[in-house]
């Protein structure tokens, strides 16, 4: 039996960390919307590492609360500890990572949906999507029928999902969850090509049975810098995380049942994820190293779980238990959730436009794990974009694209769509050229008039973001016009920081751009130093020191401006075009550039085809002769 | 498009000449030039395959005897219809087939044309195509060498183990950078420092290898230059008489001076206004002293003819002065007879002397060594891949200037993002010169090398 269960704006399928913030900005953006999840306990859940932020991710948190974005806010709620990555290394990679309470984290997410105007939740399995002459229709398991205007695919490890545990497999989804069984037929039935992807998660084990004596300890950052450019009180360090390391006599263990291992098995068929290994291939593909890190980390500030970061596995339950036991610490753990790989289906990217739209199916959206990422922080980048894509569409507003230069959001979806996946896709501040430009600590600066000009941030927002603005621009000001005497106090700070004393005055600003100095150690000669808050002088430091290479990669970044300016119409039949390389052609029909910037992105296809293109492009448009 | 022709060999003197037309009425403009001894027609003529018999001017007249080859579409050199019709040389008979070509309906080919459209047609890569160009333009030996080490990718190889070698580094600081909590090996700056320097060594030389490249394939504009009488006709017929074969008269379209290559050991030494010399000495005297020193500072290269017999006057002073910096071989003339010239005066502005007899001969090859000496392409192996463009130096150059950015940025104590930025922009750079994009070569390199990740 089915019953017109009634209409939407968009339907989001999934609440995981893409779904939330899909559905949040479509219904912020005054879309009537709906959200679907298998399970309302699953909502906002953090099925592998209690943590938010990392390399690169804490890159991505910050863009999405510039935006206007909910991750964030909610991660700084629920803070247990918080480190800023990789100081010492530079401003481009400094990331921010916080471990999380990850039960209140589901907790206050699901809260805010539930709060959200225009936002229905629903506990429902969506076994059916197809496309009516008007809108697209959903079914659910218990036969509720609803005609959506768009549809929002985030359906993370659940569509199609496979556990994973030794020669033991079942259909399951996250977390002992449901899986969606029949979506994916659904989908295929549309046309749309789904792969096989697979990930993986360590053991929980219960704290009590560790023996921390004699383990290192990681300490949080005092004081703890929130992801939020709202919040005003910075979250407290309440715990503490441990790292010990395996030896000898894992290795040993693993070794031994490798056999048993459902991957060197050959039962899984999925491609799992490069940058995170289990232990097992690990072991296998670094034979030389005697030894492998992990981090125990606690779930939650209301449970006793602990989390064994870099140790997912998906060897049986036994040699699990054999070979964590091996580990110092660890010599009598109790494992409450055992480690298991999940399997799922995902779509291949290259099928998606910039605003995350299915090029062949306008009004179907796919964002998150379904898109072929990894990671909490880049699905909830990806269901930000698909959202308010979505929403923008429906209100017959000009979509938002996000370019590599604006943002690591941008940056991630370009990647996806023009190069695609081969394995779960995670974010890096290796890929992205312009890290000097894109930097955590100006992500507000960047991306936060984009989230006005959409109506994501609100009136106190702003002004607040304003003042912001202006005094660092203030500041970069007084730093350029404040010339510092060459006083004894002034050079014996520089000797003492192994730089050259001065003998005439010296502009501030010109003392702030040598790598040796910074604010602080410059502040007992700096006396007209107004009283801005501590990421101002940051940020403007930052500005100071790497203006030249700022101002190059701003050279860069027009130039690649130029080339996305140049568009690709989307019926070009590349095997007709004269000069293109047979690779090229496949490669161009397959992934449909929207511009020549994003084609000479694509792998296999060379300097020499985008000359040929342009060349088509000229002739085309009456410049010269047709090519073809 | 429209069908195009020229002169496809050497405008030299030589056994045969060919005039290539391409484009989809290369056959009918060669019917209309070309009589087959057979009566066949081109257009009937299957690829491959090549027929005997004459061409003719628009009124019949009997040009030359002829062979016409017809390529069909898309196999051959331009990716379209080619009819090739091989003369019998003599520029003069080359000219006017050319001509009887042009009036039966094709277009002169611009520069590199052929090649441009054998590019569009998809028959070669960018790098190939300008090897190819560098082939046709090769004036001597080497630089004909070295353009087919370019085509079979003797450069693309020298390139990839540099760019390997940055594409390592970058990976162990992205390694470092993106995974901070991870065991990975410390980063050595002075490992990376060390690298950094290796690195810019091995673009240097790439760097070097391209003016000694040049001066191989284009040859290089040289003055001789000397006092009335220290014997530089003498010399120039030397020059000139040594490989007859390739001295080429082009009387330019673009540029009214008579210039006339010559061969100087492998280097096409490029001689302008040779007339005024080779006329008669008195005439040179005319261009006046002030014009002639003129012209010794512009050259790209001077060979300073100076006369053994004689001590050195102010007319010789005047032009050591005037050389100044100019790439220059001293050449001390007249071994034949007396000395009577300060050699240590000589030697100490000039660091490549040789004393020849322009009479005799002797002293030639050594004068052609100093030549390879002065102009770089001495330690020059064309067959290690050589750079020949414009675009492959500018890409070079880039790599070469991201790389002293990063070594800066390391010794100035900035942070190591900085150092990774201009890392990956000198991989750019070489990448964009071989034409690969391996924009993830970086990254793809983290996972292979690195037990990375939670």
Redesign the interface.
């Known amino acids: 039996m089915v019953y017109e269960a009634g209409k939407l704006d968009i339907a989001v399928i999934g609440a995981g960390h893409a779904g939330i913030e899909a559905a949040l900005a479509a219904a912020r953006l005054g879309c009537h919307t709906a959200v679907f999840t298998i399970n309302m306990d699953a909502v906002g859940n953090c099925p592998c590492?209690p943590s938010i932020g990392g390399?690169?991710k804490g890159h991505l948190v910050r863009e999405i609360d510039a935006l206007g974005g909910e991750m964030g806010k909610t991660a700084d709620a629920c803070t247990l500890q918080s480190r800023m990555?990789?100081l010492?290394?530079?401003?481009?990679?400094h990331s921010l990572r916080a471990q999380i309470d990850r039960n209140q984290y589901a907790r206050v997410m699901k809260h805010k949906l539930e709060l959200c105007p225009n936002l229905e939740m629903k506990q429902a399995e969506v076994v059916d999507i197809r496309r009516d002459a008007e809108e697209w229709v959903l079914t659910t398991r218990l036969g509720a029928q609803y005609g959506c205007r768009a549809v929002i695919l985030a359906t993370g490890t659940f569509l199609g999902g496979r556990i994973f545990v030794g020669d033991v497999s079942y259909d399951g989804g996250p977390d002992g969850m449901f899986p969606a069984t029949e979506l994916a037929g659904a989908l295929k039935r549309l046309g749309i090509a789904l792969r096989r992807f697979k990930t993986g998660t360590p053991a929980r084990v219960l704290r009590s049975s560790i023996d921390f004596s004699d383990l290192e300890v990681q300490y949080g950052d005092e004081p703890v810098t929130p992801f939020s450019f709202d919040t005003e009180t910075p979250p407290e360090n309440k715990c503490v995380c441990h790292v010990s390391w395996t030896n000898a006599r894992t290795k040993e263990v693993i070794l031994q049942n490798i056999h048993r291992s459902p991957l060197y098995g050959g039962m899984i068929e999925g491609v799992g994820?490069?940058?995170?290994?289990s232990i097992e291939d690990?072991i296998v593909?670094?034979s030389e190293?005697p030894?492998?890190?992990l981090?125990i980390e606690p779930c939650g500030a209301e449970t006793e779980e602990m989390y064994l970061?870099?140790m997912?596995s998906s060897l049986p339950e036994d040699v699990q238990i054999a070979f964590y036991r091996t580990i110092k610490g660890l010599e009598h753990v109790q494992i409450m959730r055992s480690a298991y790989a999940i399997e799922y289906d995902c779509c291949d990217p290259l099928q998606l436009t910039s605003t995350l739209e299915f090029r062949a199916f306008p009004g179907l959206y796919g964002a998150g794990q379904f898109n072929g990422s990894s990671g909490y922080e880049e699905a909830a980048a990806q269901g930000f974009v698909a959202g308010v894509n979505a929403a923008l569409k429906l209100l017959g507003r000009e979509p938002l694209i996000l370019d590599r230069a604006s943002s690591y959001i941008g940056t991630l979806i370009d990647d996806l769509i023009t190069?695609g996946v081969s394995d779960p896709y995670r974010m890096?501040?290796?890929?992205s050229?312009y890290?000097?430009v894109l930097r955590q600590d100006n992500a507000d600066e960047r991306l936060t008039p984009i989230g006005r000009r959409l109506g994501l941030i609100s009136d106190a927002r702003w002004a607040k973001f304003e003042k912001k603005q202006a005094q660092k621009a203030a500041e970069i000001q007084r730093a350029e016009k404040t010339v510092l005497p060459p006083s004894q106090a002034l050079n014996d700070i520089l000797v003492s920081r192994e730089t050259s004393p001065v003998t005439t005055g010296v502009r501030l600003a010109e003392l702030l751009r040598r790598?040796?100095l910074s604010y602080q150690n410059l502040a007992p000669v700096d006396s007209t130093r107004p009283d801005y808050p501590r990421e101002i002088f940051e940020s403007v430091e930052t500005a100071l020191?790497?203006e030249g290479?700022i101002k190059r990669?701003l050279q860069d970044i027009a130039e690649m401006r130029r080339l996305e300016k140049r568009l690709l119409p989307p019926d070009v039949d590349y095997t007709q075009i004269?000069?293109?390389?047979?690779e090229a052609r496949e490669k161009l029909s397959r992934v449909r550039p929207e511009n020549i910037g994003q084609a000479?992105?694509?792998?296999g296809?060379?300097?020499?085809d985008i000359?040929?293109l342009l060349?088509w492009l000229a002739a085309r448009d009456g410049h010269g002769?047709p090519?073809s | 498009?429209k069908t195009i022709a020229a002169i496809s060999t050497a405008a030299a003197p030589g056994g045969i000449g060919v005039i290539r037309i391409s484009g989809d009425a290369a056959r009918a403009v060669g019917d209309r030039v070309f009589r087959a001894v057979s009566g066949e027609a081109l257009r009937d003529a299957a690829g491959y395959t090549c027929r005997f018999g004459y061409v003719a001017d628009e009124s019949g007249a009997r040009l030359d005897e002829c062979i016409a080859t017809v390529f069909a579409a898309p196999k051959s050199f331009t990716?379209e219809d080619v009819v090739e019709l091989s003369c019998h040389g003599g520029l003069f008979i080359l000219k006017s087939v050319l001509q009887a070509v042009f009036a039966a309906g094709a277009a002169p080919a611009a520069p590199g044309e052929f090649t441009r459209r054998a590019?569009?047609?998809?028959k070669m890569?960018?790098a190939q195509?300008e090897a190819v160009m560098g082939l046709i333009s090769a004036q001597g030996r080497e630089a004909m060498k070295a353009a087919q080490a370019g085509h079979d990718g003797a450069l693309s190889r020298r390139i990839a183990t540099i760019r390997n070698d940055l594409t390592d580094i970058?990976a162990h600081l992205?390694a470092?950078?993106?995974?901070?909590?991870?065991?990975i090996p410390q980063v050595n700056e002075t490992m990376l420092k060390d690298r950094l320097s290796a690195g810019r060594r091995s673009l240097e030389a790439l760097l070097d290898s391209f003016d000694g490249g040049r001066v191989l394939r284009e040859g290089v504009e040289t003055v001789i230059a000397g006092k009335p009488n220290a014997g530089k006709s003498t010399l120039m017929n030397l020059l000139a008489g040594c490989e007859r074969s390739i001295v080429t008269e082009l009387a330019g379209t673009t540029r009214d001076v008579v210039e006339e290559t010559v061969l100087l050991g492998d280097i096409p030494l490029r001689l302008a206004d040779t007339a005024g010399i080779r006329e008669t000495e008195d005439r040179v005297e005319k261009i006046g002293v002030q014009i002639a020193l003129d012209r010794v500072k512009t050259a790209q290269f001077v060979l300073a003819v100076f006369d053994a017999s004689e001590a050195l006057n102010d007319d010789d002073r005047a032009m050591i002065e005037a050389i100044g910096d100019t790439p220059c071989v001293a050449v001390v003339n007249k071994s034949d007879l007396p000395a009577a010239i300060d050699m240590a005066e000589i030697e100490a502005h000039f660091a490549q002397v040789v004393t020849i007899s322009a009479l005799s001969g002797d002293g030639l090859s050594a004068l052609a060594e100093a030549a390879a000496q002065v102009l770089r392409t001495a330690a020059l192996n064309p067959n290690d891949g050589i750079l020949y463009t414009e675009r492959q130096r500018a890409d070079v150059k880039a790599a070469l200037d991201c790389l002293t950015e990063a070594q800066d940025a390391l010794q100035?104590?900035?942070?190591?993002?900085?150092v990774?930025?201009s890392l990956?922009g000198a991989v750019?750079a070489l990448n964009?010169l071989t034409?690969?994009?391996?924009?993830?070569a970086?990254?793809d390199r983290?996972?292979e090398k690195f037990?990375?990740?939670?």
């Open positions: 590492n390399t690169a990555l990789n010492g290394k530079g401003p481009a990679v994820p490069r940058y995170c290994p690990k593909r670094f190293k030894r492998h890190q981090f970061q870099g997912s190069k890096m501040t290796s890929r050229e890290r000097l790598p040796q020191k790497y290479y990669q004269a000069g293109l390389r047979l000479g992105r694509i792998s296809v060379s300097p020499a000359s040929v060349i002769e090519q | 498009m990716g590019f569009l047609n998809g890569d960018l195509a970058g992205a470092w950078a993106d995974y901070p909590d991870d065991d100035g104590g900035m942070t190591w993002d900085a990774t930025v990956e750019a964009e034409g690969e994009r391996v924009s993830d970086v990254v983290v996972f037990c990375v990740g939670k």
